[in-house]
T-cell receptor, first 113, second 113 residues
Framework: GQQLNQSPQSMFIQEGEDVSMNCTSS?????WLWYKQEPGEGPVLLIA?????ELTSNGRLTAQFGITRKDSFLNISASIPSDVGIYFC?????????????FGKGTHLIIQP | DAGVIQSPRHEVTEMGQEVTLRCKPI?????LFWYRQTMMRGLELLIY????????DSGMPEDRFSAKMPNASFSTLKIQPSEPRDSAVYFC???????????FGSGTQLSVL
């Protein structure tokens, strides 16, 4: 099946720093989604991308759908303590439903005081 | 909107016992998904339903696992008999058909001793 490589696996940063993470695949996806999971909770959708090259923002978060359709990027500007969590990317196939989603293994974001 | 509701939040049981996890999807959503999350394997899709009908159960690890959706507002995931390697967080998620946007519950943390 399709696989997503998400990197980095974990990030240790200082409050106020910008964060960049990405997701790559050998397969083409038609949709990219980014989720955040906080301790003891389920993943929550942050941003959904539907077109190659699309750049979408949600507050301090910005995500891009790669031109090749095989990758996506998530940036967080001026990190704050509540940004701590696991960030997952998910690629969607052409079926148009959530059953076609493939999830990455997540990037653990840790903010040091 | 109450979101996806799962119960129990935590379950500790002994090997060999039957475990039943419960889920109430978001009202109006036609698709329901059961995922398992572990450190080693990340998020794995176990089974999903469209309009209460199981569509793909190829992710169910063994015959010990079964899932039902008797109506649009309720689903169960049952493990019988449970084994220590079943210990994980089990998530229920729902979505509208033909959209990739998944909404997750808070999960059930299962520990099989």
């Amino acid at each position: 099946g399709q696989q997503l490589n998400q990197s980095p696996q974990s990030m240790f940063i200082q409050e106020g720093e910008d964060v960049s993470m990405n997701c790559t695949s050998s397969s083409i996806f038609n949709t990219w989604l980014w989720y955040k999971q906080e301790p003891g909770e389920g993943p929550v959708l942050l941003i959904a991308l539907y077109k190659a090259g699309e750049l979408t923002s949600n507050g301090r978060l910005t995500a891009q759908f790669g031109i090749t359709r095989k990758d996506s990027f998530l940036n967080i500007s001026a990190s704050i303590p509540s940004d701590v969590g696991i960030y997952f990317c998910a690629g969607g196939d052409s079926g148009g439903g959530a059953d076609g989603l493939t999830f990455g293994k997540g990037t653990h974001l840790i903010i040091q005081p | 909107d109450a979101g996806v509701i799962q119960s129990p939040r935590h379950e500790v049981t002994e090997m060999g016992q039957e475990v039943t996890l419960r889920c109430k999807p978001i009202s109006g959503h036609n698709s329901l998904f059961w995922y398992r999350q572990t450190m080693m394997r990340g998020l794995e899709l176990l089974i999903y339903f469209n309009n209460n009908v199981p569509i793909d159960d190829s992710g169910m690890p063994e015959d010990r696992f079964s899932a039902k959706m008797p109506n649009a507002s309720f689903s169960t995931l049952k493990i019988q008999p449970s084994e220590p390697r079943d210990s994980a967080v089990y998530f229920c998620a729902s979505s509208s058909i033909r959209t990739e946007k998944l909404f997750f519950g808070s999960g059930t943390q299962l520990s099989v001793l």
